[in-house]
């Protein structure tokens, strides 16, 4: 069984900085991306920013030249530093694990954690 759990998010005033965690842990073979999505009351779930095994990055232009992601394969953690934050970043961010392969589990499939609550004041 996987699991993806996530840390790090809180309170921050408008223009300061937050470190996001997440690892996933089980009986895991390879990660073929692990991405950040973020949900804000009313809204649709929306990407932040994604890395693949490789290292390619894909970042939603509202947190272009704010928000980082990096990636550890070999502790299968992914980490989202956030600057400059803003209040309409407040959201329920959540780690996504795509294409999970792990042992006696087929096919490759994708998981997510509960989420961190991620709130900015102004």
């Known amino acids: 069984q996987v699991q993806v759990v996530e840390s790090g998010g809180g309170l921050v005033q408008a223009g300061g900085s937050l470190r996001l965690s997440c690892v996933a842990s089980?009986?895991?073979?390879?990660?073929?991306?692990m991405g950040w999505y973020r949900q804000a009351p009313g809204k649709q779930r929306e990407l932040v920013a994604v890395?693949?095994?490789?290292?390619?990055?894909n970042y939603a232009d509202s947190v272009k030249g704010r928000f980082t992601i990096s990636r550890d394969n070999a502790k299968n953690t992914v980490y989202l530093q956030m600057n400059s934050l803003k209040p309409e970043d407040t959201a329920v961010y959540y780690c996504?694990?795509?294409?999970?392969?792990?042992?006696?589990?087929?096919?490759?499939?994708?998981?997510w954690g509960q989420g961190t609550q991620v709130t900015v004041s102004s």
């Open positions: 996504n694990a795509q294409g999970v392969f792990a042992t006696g589990i087929l096919p490759p499939l994708d998981y």
């Open positions: 089980g009986s895991i073979l390879s990660i073929n991306a």
């Open positions: 890395i693949t095994s490789g290292g390619s990055t």
